[in-house]
């Protein structure tokens, strides 16, 4: 009987402790509230809202760094842009240099085991190539192969799935038409999901099966999210009216975007597959640009 007991407490430490082990989020986003664009922090709630940068230059494209540093771009009133990064407990802010581990590629995303790091080259915003290192190897190979097509354009929102097998990506022959692909990187092949293009404004992996993706019709449709599944390329629709910039939290569990349902801007969440929707922000004015801040344990 005591050694059943001493069991069941056992297990209950170790369930609590795996429950904890899980990090916290906040919602980071950009907000006029204080009369020009700036970064706030809250809940996924929307309680506890904070005030990371106050300036009178206008603070946008927000992102994580790490558990203490958001970056984002500054612009002045000559509509200069630089790369500044903001420290979430102390506000300071200081320029940011992205480290690069391939010298000259741009846009660099590093694989969940570390090894490998998809990134762009570019000479101007028609001449875009994928690219991925090997750091194990020190070697780069190339993707794809547009430059020979004047008209070929590639979409910058290239990403890793859980276990490093595919590189998800979109291009097209122009930014109306943008199909979603896939470097399967066991195959050393590329397969296209959709059987039509679009224009597009975000694309993340929900899980290994099925993506979200945010997607305009030209001419036809307003920006949407939509579910797609890897193996089928069936879309599906999960949002009505306006919406923008799709972020999925660290547990893949929610989703988080920005609404022009409203007229103005606001925040919304939701689950994967478009169920448990909810409003977030309801100030007047715009607040948009959501990321998920992966807080400190």
Sequence with gaps: MIRNITLVFIA???LSCSEQKEPLAKIGYVSYASGSADIYLMDMDGSN???ITNSSENNSF???IDAKTIGFTKMDKDRNQTAYQVNIYTKEEKPYQEQLIVEDGKWQEKSNNG????FVKSNDYRDRELYVYDSEMSTEKQITSHKD??????????SWSSDDKKLLFMSGPDWYNQYIRYYDMDKDTII???DRGYMNS?????NDDM???NLKIRDKTLYELYSVELETGKVKQLTDSINLHPNISPNKKTIVFESQRNDDGDIYTMNPDGSNLKRVTTTKGYEGRAFWFQTEE
């Design 192 to 194: 296209t999901v959709t």
């Design 115 to 118: 090894r490998y790091v998809a």
């Design 62 to 64: 927000p992102f994580q």
């Design 211 to 213: 993506l979200v993706a």
């Design 49 to 51: 809202v904070e005030q």
């Design 12 to 14: 209950l430490a170790v």
């Design 202 to 206: 975000g694309l993340l992996w929900a």
């Design 149 to 158: 097509s004047i008209t070929m354009a590639y979409s910058i929102n290239h």
